[in-house]
């Protein structure tokens, strides 16, 4: 199993990136796919997850700018992050596994992890 992300960058506040994590060795629909990121000096934490129910999950305060999408053919999970804010910044990871609906933050559960991309936002 391998989940390859890409996407990170530089942006400014405001601005908007798409991070991609794209998996080979997974069936596509049966894993949870997660999100994480790990700012400079902070614990990971969870950003957003595709659950196996089909239904997307986002942590409060990513609520309404960042939108996870997926697409079957490519087997590659998608993170829209708009109006990008500096507190966005860290190293975002992208993580399968088979967390249930209700521990989809717990980074444990998550069984295979992407490399990691940074994304850096300036004020």
């Known amino acids: 199993v391998q989940l390859q992300a890409s996407g990170g960058g530089s942006v400014q506040a405001g601005g908007s990136l798409r991070l991609s994590c794209a998996a080979s060795?997974?069936?596509?629909?049966?894993?949870?796919m997660g999100w994480f990121r790990q700012a400079p000096g902070k614990e990971r934490e969870f950003v957003a997850a595709f659950a196996r129910n089909g239904y997307t999950y986002y942590t409060d305060y990513v609520k309404g700018r960042f939108t996870m999408s997926r697409d079957r053919a490519k087997n590659t999970h998608y993170l829209q992050m708009n109006s990008l804010k500096p507190e966005d910044t860290a190293v975002y990871y992208c993580?399968?596994?088979?967390?249930?609906?209700?521990?989809?933050?717990?980074?444990?559960?998550?069984?295979?992890w992407g490399q990691g991309t940074l994304v850096t936002v300036s004020s």
């Open positions: 993580a399968s596994g088979y967390p249930p609906v209700g521990n989809l933050r717990n980074d444990e559960l998550y069984r295979y």
């Open positions: 060795g997974l069936t596509f629909g049966s894993y949870v």
